[in-house]
């Protein structure tokens, strides 16, 4: 029997999305392989969303390819949001790359992969449907306890730096007893932490549900523990949104919420449709409703026309704010975006050292906000042992924290009480209170 192993790289969307396919491929007869070497299919799910994710894959491909000596009938594939971008001429550029297939086109894998087998020819599908929603497949989820559920798929809001609309194609929305019943399985087998994922949940909307009916719901499906949501707009965050997570035990305490800019000027450019003034109105009412909220966000820095005043505004409003955690950019241009024509690119060097100083303010309030755990009691739900020791466990908190404790690998997959005793990087260590639920 054929073996396949998915190599996933980018966002949380592409890790939903390997899982699916891996449904899709294992529903056809194929067998999902432990590890790259006992595969004879190897597949990647690749980003495009910065040039670096895109080089990074395609260097990848190249150098997993010397397996093909071992294995002539192995079988490369690209999937993701490159293989939407590039199509067809990755198949001329990469020798050996078999297939090249898009992100609305992966219930015909099972068919390009056979006819690769049986004629030995390159195939590649490209076709945007924007329809799309993979109803009816159940994904074949990563070992662990945390489960990513797809509620909306594509985007219409043309951020003038993003790929995404251009790979994804346009909004589409899942039936929600769809996904009321996929949450319900998932909490069933085992995954009591349910992510429900889109490019913009915020605007879920499948013709008669919203997006805040649609999480009311899901908080109160008796198989899960703890439910989060990613990525939100900060132009569609509604107050019902945040009544909801405040209101609802199972909603975690956490958000992530990408800021992208300080600066109303450069939020202007890149067409986010919000102020810096109503993005902190939002920060404080997520925390005057959730005063242990843990906020995240994204940041870009080195857009088109940023000025060292533009600059200077983001890293006041971070410094301001102080997220719990940021995820830091420089910007990269991507071709066909709105930005890329815009006559004032900024130069490498003044982007690198604009990042530098926001990861530098970033590492420090990380710093601190951690520190200021200690002391705390919060609830983990294990999902491994350590890396450095099998004496200690590793999971999380229900605002995204990482801690590690010493512990039985018995509490894998259950919840625990402990004591946070110190902090160091990203991580949060603690000391065993008590077993709360199995
Ligand atoms: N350059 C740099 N960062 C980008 N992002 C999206 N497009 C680009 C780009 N062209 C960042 C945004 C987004 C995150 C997923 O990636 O901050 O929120
Ligand atoms: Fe890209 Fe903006 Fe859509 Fe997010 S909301 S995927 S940044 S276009």
Known sequence: MNKFYIRTYGCQMNVADSELVAGILSDAGFQKADTIDEADIIIFNSCTVRQHAEDRVLGRITSEAKRKKQNPNMLIGLIGCVAQRRGDE???????????????????????????????????????????????IYPVRNKGVNAFVTIMRGCNNFCSYCIVPYVRGRERSRDQKEILREIEKAGNDGFKDVTL?????????DGEYTFPELLEKAAHIRSIERLRFVTSHPKDISDKVIEVMAAEPKLCEHLHLPMQSGSNNILKKMNRKYTSERYLGIIHKLRNEMPDIAITTDVMVGFPEETEEDFLQTYNLMKQIRFDYAFTFKYSPREGTAADSYAEQIPEKTRLERLQKLIELQEQ??????????????????????KKSDKELSGRTRDNKIAVFPGDRKFIGTFVDIEIIDASGWTLKGKQIHHTKL
């Open 90 to 136: 990755l198949l001329d550029e990469i020798k050996s790359l078999d297939l090249v297939v898009g992100t609305d086109q992966y219930r015909q894998l099972p068919e390009i992969i056979s006819s690769c087998m049986k004629r030995k020819e390159h195939l590649f599908a490209d076709v945007q449907n924007n329809i799309e929603n993979y109803e009816n």
């Open 197 to 205: 994922l889109g490019q913009n949940v915020n605007s879920y909307n």
């Open 365 to 386: 309030i990380t710093f601190e906000k951690y520190q200021e755990q200690i002391g705390r009691t919060v609830q983990v739900y294990v999902e491994h042992t350590s």
